[in-house]
Structure formats: structure tokens, C-alpha cells
């Protein structure tokens, strides 16, 4: 049965294109929501755009971390996902939240975990004197970008790059990963996949 996918931004939605453009043809998921925590996130026209459903569920408007994310699983019980992709997702979770998407939601992470969870990866990969660098895709866990590893792709750093290169050389390697990863998952698949 096809399964239901719903993503979750915060920016400008890269991956998030990449993730949608993916499920098509025999693809055995779709694509059934792309939902915001801040309504001017770019990636919500551009979903649109497409012609997907999307929902902004503003994290300012809410008194505390529980509220928002009770509005957030709100808007995804009306989509019945069965997966959620956080693709840029720039809210940290709550444990409550998790557990019940536990084993159903994926993150992409700009950094060969388990080095450089949180902030600031291309520079700290840089600052650490790092030849290898890439991204991650995993299960979404407790514990901040801490669960079981999907998928990695990795690149070379050179003596040239910055953060900002890096970033930059980084993001096309993660709009690789992130649909390979998804449709493996949706097919069951729980082994890693290294891109080179
Ligand atoms: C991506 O590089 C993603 O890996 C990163 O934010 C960017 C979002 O770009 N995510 C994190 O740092 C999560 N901790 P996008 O909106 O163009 O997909």
C-alpha cells in the first residue's frame, strides 16, 4: 500500500524538493503535507507550488514547546502520514513528540554523524581540520541527532573550502541521499547506505 509522507521545514525546503520530486512513478510513497514552524519558511510556497498541501504551525504564536507541537500533531493527524521527514526542520522536539513518530521519522543532518550534532557543522568540520565531510540521514531519536544511522554521503575537503563552500558542496550530496534513504525505509530496508 502507498505510504503517506508528510515533511517538515523551516527554510528554504531543498531537500524537501528533492524528497517530493522523488515520489513519483513506482515510488511506494507520496508526498501528503509539507508543514512549517515559521509561515514565511520559502519552502511552503514553492510546496505549494507543486501542488502539495502544506500547513504553517507557527512556534511563536504558542506559549510553550507542548502547545506548538500539540498544534503541529494536529495538522499531521488530518494528513495520516505514515512517515514524517524533517528536512531543515529548525525546532528541537520534544521526547513526548518523538515517541509517538518513533520508528516513523527521519532527520538529514549536514555532518557525518555522529561528529557535529547541532549547529555550525561545515565550520566545526573545518575548524577540526577534517579531510572527510557530508551528511547524514537517520532515525529521530530522544536524543538530538543520536538515532540509528540510514545513510551517509561524504566528500573530500579541500584546502580551499570554507563553510560556506562546504555548505554549499554538501547540500547537492544531501538531495541525493535524503530519497534514496526515504524509498529504502518506505521499503523496509534498515541497513546503511553509503553514497561516495
Ligand atoms: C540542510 O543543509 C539540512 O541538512 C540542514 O538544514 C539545511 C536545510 O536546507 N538541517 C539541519 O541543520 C538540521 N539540524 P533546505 O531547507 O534547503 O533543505
Known sequence: MTQRVAILISGGGSNMLALVASMTGDHPARPV???ANDPAAAGLARAAAGGIATAAVDHRAY???ADFEAAL???LAEARPDILCLAGFMRILTPDFIARWEGRMLNIHP???PKYKGLHTHARALAAG???HGCTVHEVT???DDGPILGQARLRVTAQDTAETLAARVL???HRLYPAVL???VEGERGMLTLA
Open 130 to 132: 577534517d579531510t572527510e
Open 73 to 75: 500533531h494536529a495538522v
Open 183 to 185: 524509498r529504502r525505509f
Open 111 to 113: 555532518s557525518l554523524l
Open 63 to 65: 506559549g510553550d514547546r
Open 142 to 144: 530522544a536524543a538530538l
Open 172 to 174: 547537492p550530496l544531501e
Open 33 to 35: 503535507l509539507v508543514a
